[in-house]
């Protein structure tokens, strides 16, 4: 016992400390309380522990729907003419049930269009490859609520896909509308598939060419050489994509919430994200208007979200979704494709790069043009709405309360993603792997639960402080970004140190440095570029953050960032322009996004290869 | 300069005890060496020295200071690592600056004395470039004199050398040799190099599986190795089981099926007794094809299986029945395969130990 005492002892220097308590602080004070008061608040009926609203949940009906609506597909006559109907009625499973079938889809659909892409791109060489690598990543930029309109703009009855299908071309007998569950599978699908993209493409190109070359030699090829080699080798990297898919899936609000705001009410709308958001939103005057079966859908929703992380990270580590991979290192196995080849990729990517990215081109369209409010295709172009950004005085507002929010949370997240990562990467103390657990695991965790953690927990204990929810949101969404998009710090931070040979830190302390020495003269600047990059990386997703900043920012909208007002203009249906608007929001975003990757890429390719590593 | 104490070091990691109550003491200004096989301990007993690692049981002692939890940097010790540990985003200079500015220097001083010990490793000039612009060789030197400069208690080397190409090495090791000379500085060295630890080292300790198995100077484990470890671990040899036929004084007979061996047991410690088995070591550069005194050697007479031309002499493989016989003789003696030939080996150099 006195044995580990000394060790302990030993283990936290001044430096350590300090960055443990900074560590335990932040995730304490801002994760675990929140959501751990939100859990127990479920299981509290009438005073006493109970698992009632649980049980009221899983009988209503809703919840889980018996027996479930399963036609899923429709011709109607209306005033358009005959209408293929997608979704409309089903299928319907009831809502737990609705929020697993569609984020298994997504996974499915997504795991399958992202493997097949990266295969492509990481073992083909043809013709306007490096315009491919940019186009399939697209999707990636986020650009919330807006991405939806245009979805409506071109997917509705009277929109641009049926008109040039039908009234154009002429090559569909009739319109087809597609709406509830298949419609967020496909808009889903389409803007998750790149992280299973990236996963799979660096899980690819990090395979030994010998191991597969071995294998050849042994006999193997085509199918069978994949099936057995290769796919095996870069299923952890795939899986783990996929996993991150799911999760994401689950607790998107920007898809539900763009489909109510194109087509209305809906199946779309029966899903535990949405569910969730809207009995808040219906909460704000007052926390007691909240029915507490909410916070047990809540605690559901966590428990699957957490379970598929854990067991995902059981199974690999999680640190390619980083976006750090480490690059070939050898000569990949790149072949030429023949004619024969070329036909089918150029037709899969070339309609993948299309439909996954008209959200984004839509936006930039909207953005520039009256498209919002001419029909079908714009007719006019102008810079009226990008001028709006620094006109209209409450745009300008959200801008800056965005800019301020994510500037602090960055900071903050810097250092307590660095201090956790340090502490993961170099220490022997007890508890080493909570910390390892803590700081990844907000990426599991649905920002609507975060959001509603904050609402209940500080509204309770914090209120007339400055943390008061209904008198100060702005603060909470700065630490609320500073925990959610912890992961990207921590984990950019963490794959640098890796790169650091502990003897270089041990060589300093052999000369005499403390440990806080060592941190500061050698560990630091060592890594100082991962750190740049991903502050730069946690500033930009902090920018595009939905499912906190569009449910606090209810409680005080005066202090709303981007994404508030973005959805404000797509949900609440607000006055005719305000669309595009939002839509040079967008744009903003976009910019803000594809100037840091393009940064953070820049410098961490820049570092130079470090001795002994 | 210290006299540096071991007593009863263990260090485990998990279940596997890379060190093994290891006691030993290293003399003040001594080129002391742990040399052993990948994985036997000998570079965590370099990092519990250090403080790096720290030991599960057992004492280190600087002179009389109990050193056993002191943190790395309070025990001035001076170390080069193996990858050398070179701060890539520092040059030479701010490298070898680094352990006089933790401990307060003025500018001037500091300036002088880098310049002096990079003068001393044959680097002047080179202060303002960066390590990646150096060659290994200037690499190991600016890691050296970075744990020289701070004139360190004890200088504590791991495996320096390994990283160089062969004749780097050579030339190398003879310059740390004399360098060490010069500074009388008491320093410890680990290596799996047999031939460099036998060397440079004025004592060597070999270990094995954590636990030293010899302490002694570079021909004394060389030459009277106390176990079939050591004996087989230092150099090639023939290792012939037998059983211990007489012992008569120092010299022992061993017999086999079809020959008889005699030779001396280096040590009094060992014990042995009649009719237990035991082995015979003999080293290939210990035959003779001819020899002054043959009554003080064994004669062995068998057919050459194959021979090697090795370059300072030849190199061959002589059977006798079951046993065969590693042999280095004259590089102009070049018998056919199959033929007969006839070496001799002194008693004094074959060594007789107990079967463990």
């Not at chain 1, 299923?235 to 998107?252: C, K, T, Y």
């Not at chain 1, 087509?263 to 949405?274: A, D, M, P």
């Not at chain 2, 200079?93 to 002096?116: M, P």
Request: proline share 5%; hydrophobic share 50%; glycine share 6%.
């Amino acid at each position: 016992m006195s044995k580990l005492l000394k060790e302990l002892k030993r283990e936290l220097d001044s430096l350590t400390i300090v960055q443990l308590s900074i560590v335990v602080l932040i995730l304490g004070v801002f994760l675990v309380l929140p959501v751990s008061f939100m859990i127990l608040r479920a299981f509290f009926y009438k005073g006493s522990l109970s698992l009632y609203y649980f049980q009221s949940l899983l009988s209503s009906g809703t919840f889980i729907k018996i027996p479930p609506e399963l036609r899923w597909i429709e011709l109607a006559e209306t005033p358009y003419g005959k209408i293929l109907i997608i979704g409309r009625r089903g299928p319907n499973f009831g809502i737990l049930l609705n929020s697993l079938f569609v984020s298994t889809m997504v996974m499915i659909f997504a795991g399958i269009i992202g493997t097949t892409a990266a295969f492509i791109m990481a073992r083909y060489d043809f013709p306007g490859k490096n315009v491919f690598k940019v186009l399939l990543l697209i999707p990636m930029l986020a650009t919330p609520f807006v991405n939806a309109f245009v979805l409506g703009k071109v997917l509705s009855v009277d929109g641009l896909f049926n008109y040039l299908m039908c009234d154009v071309l002429h090559a569909l007998p009739f319109r087809i509308w597609i709406t509830g569950l298949p419609a967020l599978i496909l808009i889903q699908t389409l803007s998750l598939y790149p992280i299973v993209y990236l996963n799979a493409f660096s899980s690819f190109i990090n395979i030994d060419p010998t191991l597969e070359e071995q294998a050849e030699n042994l006999g193997a090829r085509g199918l069978k050489l994949f099936l057995t080699i290769t796919l095996p080798l870069a299923l952890p990297g795939i899986s783990a994509g996929a996993a991150l898919v799911f999760i994401f899936s689950m607790e998107d609000l920007g898809a539900p919430i763009g489909l109510s705001g194109a087509f209305g009410g809906g199946l779309h709308e029966k899903i535990l994200s949405f569910q969730i958001y809207d009995e808040f939103r219906r909460g704000i005057g007052s926390i007691e208007q909240v029915h507490a079966s909410t916070y047990a859908m809540a605690v559901i929703m966590l428990l699957v979200a957490i379970v598929v992380f854990l067991a995902i990270k059981k199974y690999v580590s999680l640190r390619s979704y980083a976006m750090l991979s480490k690059g070939g290192r050898w000569k990949p196995r790149v072949r030429r494709l023949g004619i024969m080849g070329l036909i089918p990729v150029y037709i899969f990517l070339i309609t993948l790069a299309i439909s996954a990215s008209f959200p984004q081109i839509g936006v930039v369209i909207l953005a520039f043009t009256n498209w919002a409010i001419s029909g079908v295709l714009p007719t006019k172009f102008t810079t009226e709405y990008i001028s709006a950004l620094v006109t209209n005085r409450e745009v300008a507002r959200a801008i800056t309360n965005s800019l301020i929010y994510s500037s602090i949370a960055t900071a903050i997240m810097l250092l307590v993603g660095t201090s956790a990562a340090y502490i993961v990467a170099r220490k022997k103390i007890p508890g080493r792997d909570l910390i390892d657990t803590l700081s990844t695991l907000p990426i599991a965790i649905p920002g609507i639960i975060v959001a509603v953690g904050y609402l209940l927990f500080f509204a309770t204990y914090f209120s007339q402080t400055p943390f008061d929810p209904f008198f100060n949101p702005g603060l909470l969404l700065i630490f609320s970004y500073s925990v959610r998009r912890l992961p990207f710090s921590a984990r950019t931070v963490f794959a640098g140190l890796q790169q650091v040979h502990e003897s270089l830190e041990e060589a300093a302390m052999n000369l005499g440095a403390s440990r806080a020495k060592v941190f500061f003269t050698i560990a630091l600047p060592l890594i100082i570029s991962n750190v740049i990059s991903g502050g730069i990386l946690s500033f930009v997703y902090s920018m595009n953050e939905v499912s906190t900043s569009i449910t606090l920012s209810n409680l005080n909208p005066s202090q709303g960032p981007i994404t508030f007002y973005m959805s404000q203009v797509i949900y609440a249906s607000a006055a005719v322009g305000t669309v595009s608007v939002a839509a040079a929001l967008g744009v903003l975003l976009i910019i803000a996004q594809i100037t840091a990757i393009s940064i953070s890429n820049y410098i961490l390719k820049q570092r130079v290869a470090f001795l002994g590593v | 300069m210290v006299e540096v104490k071991l007593q009863k070091v263990t260090k485990r990691f998990g279940k596997v005890v890379a060190v093994d109550s290891v006691t030993l003491s290293i003399k003040e200004g001594e080129f002391f060496t742990f040399l052993g096989p990948s994985g036997c301990g000998k570079t965590t007993t370099l990092r519990v020295i250090a403080g790096l690692e720290y030991p599960d049981e057992g004492k280190i002692f600087f002179d009389d200071e109990d050193v056993t939890d002191l943190p790395p940097y309070k025990r001035n010790t001076g170390m080069v690592f193996q990858n050398y540990a070179l701060w890539p985003h520092m040059t030479v200079f701010e490298n070898v600056a680094y352990g006089l500015k933790i401990r307060g220097y003025s500018k001037s001083e500091i300036r002088k004395r880098v310049l002096e010990v990079l003068e001393l490793v044959k680097l002047k000039g080179l202060e303002d470039r960066y390590p990646t612009q150096l060659s290994g060789g200037q690499q190991q030197r600016v890691a050296l004199a970075r744990a020289l400069v701070i004139e360190p208690k004890v200088l504590l080397l791991d495996e320096p050398l390994s990283n160089l190409d062969a004749r780097l090495r050579i030339e190398m090791r003879e310059e740390l040799k004399k360098l060490q000379k010069k500074l009388k500085i008491t320093t410890i060295y680990v290596t799996h190099d047999q031939e460099e630890a036998l060397v440079i080292s004025d004592r060597i300790a070999v270990m094995n599986q954590g636990k030293i198995m010899q302490v002694g100077e570079p021909n004394e484990v060389y030459r009277r190795p106390k176990n079939l470890f050591v004996a087989t671990f230092l150099g090639r040899c023939s290792l012939i089981e037998g059983k211990i036929e007489k012992i008569e004084g120092d010299l022992v007979t061993l017999v086999t099926d079809n020959i008889k061996i005699k030779g001396i047991v280096p040590d009094r410690d060992i014990k042995i007794k009649e009719g237990e088995p035991a082995y015979a070591v003999l080293k290939p550069e210990d035959f003779a094809l001819q020899i002054d005194d043959p009554s003080k050697a064994n004669e062995f007479e068998g057919t050459v299986e194959w021979t090697s031309f090795v370059g300072p002499f030849n190199q061959m493989r002589i059977s006798l029945g079951n046993i065969s016989l590693l042999v280095n003789v004259e590089p102009w003696f070049n018998p056919p395969l199959k033929s007969t030939v006839k070496v001799y080996i002194p008693y004094e150099y074959v060594i007789i130990l107990p079967k463990e």
